[in-house]
């Protein structure tokens, strides 16, 4: 067993300023990275190698017990680890009342639609496409700042359209035209599109 | 010789690097992640990543010996592989892993031989060139000088 398992990065009574990062990822060149990007944005780093021990850090994983003092305002794990894969880290972070509300990012190596939409769909924040970029992250700390300052995420599209346009009228609603498909920023853009064509 | 002939020296070697393939553009972004607090940050990963691939290539020479060959592990080490040389920018490293992950998948024994062959090789590469891009950038700090900022404009 790799003795990078030991988790490094203040766990209680840091500044309430920073933003806390929790970082998962099994590979040690990518923790290094991560870290790296994460500290030149002057985010607070702990960086874990596992699921099971991201679990441990929050306290998860004997039972939904709380950590006094333990503050993390975002959590970026990776998809593709041995035993607990970020998908199931994820499930679980969303069904534990303490930490529902921590947005979670997934990075993959990968770049696949269907992965994409289930980590979305279970409620991660966003979707990075390794090799992480300095930009990526600079799009993450807005994540981080606002589930701290109960920042409200982006309104759920299918409640917009039902409350704000008359529901026979859809040629002239202002969702997007399925001819020429946008530019997609983020997966969280396409994910909102493909709910609002699909009405 | 003098700092600015070693600059000129760096500048050619780096850009032939990405020239001819060895690395890309995450090697740059690796290297913007450096500064004076962290001056030794690319030479530090590069070394885990040398440290990780050295046990990968290991473990996949010892898995790709067996008897019963199990590709499922097989494209697990690859798939690590191809991952951490991303990260750092060894692109003709990752290319070879893509290809190797896909005689994996066909469960091809003698063409995941020839690749485990032919990505030790660019690890090889690699690292002899990194090396020497290193002892450049030592070269130029100890005689004073700076790193010349690099883009890539070509």
Redesign the interface.
Known sequence: MECEGVVSGVRMGESSEEVHVLAVDD????R??IE??LK?LACKVTAVDSGVRALEYLGLDQSDAFVEGLKVDLIITDY?M?GMTGYDLLKKIKESSTFREIPVVIMS?ENILPRIDRCLEEGAEDFIV?????SDVKRLKDYGVGGRINKRKLPDTTELDLSSSPPSDSSSSPSISPSSPPVIDSPIQRLKMTTTALD | MEVGQMQRQWLDYTRSLFIEGFLDG?FL??E??QDDN?PD?VV??VS??F??SHKLLNDLTIALDQKSVDFKKID?HV??L???S????AQRVKNCCIAFRNFCEEQNTDACLKCLHQVKQECCLVKNKLETLFRLEQQIMAAGGSIPMMELSF
């Open positions: 590979s040690l060149v990518d290094k990275v790296r990007l030149i593709c041995p190596s390794k090799p992480v970029k300095l | 995450q972004q690796l913007q992640l962290n940050f530090e990963v885990l990543f440290q990780d697990a798939h690590q191809k991952g951490s991303s990260s750092i920018g």
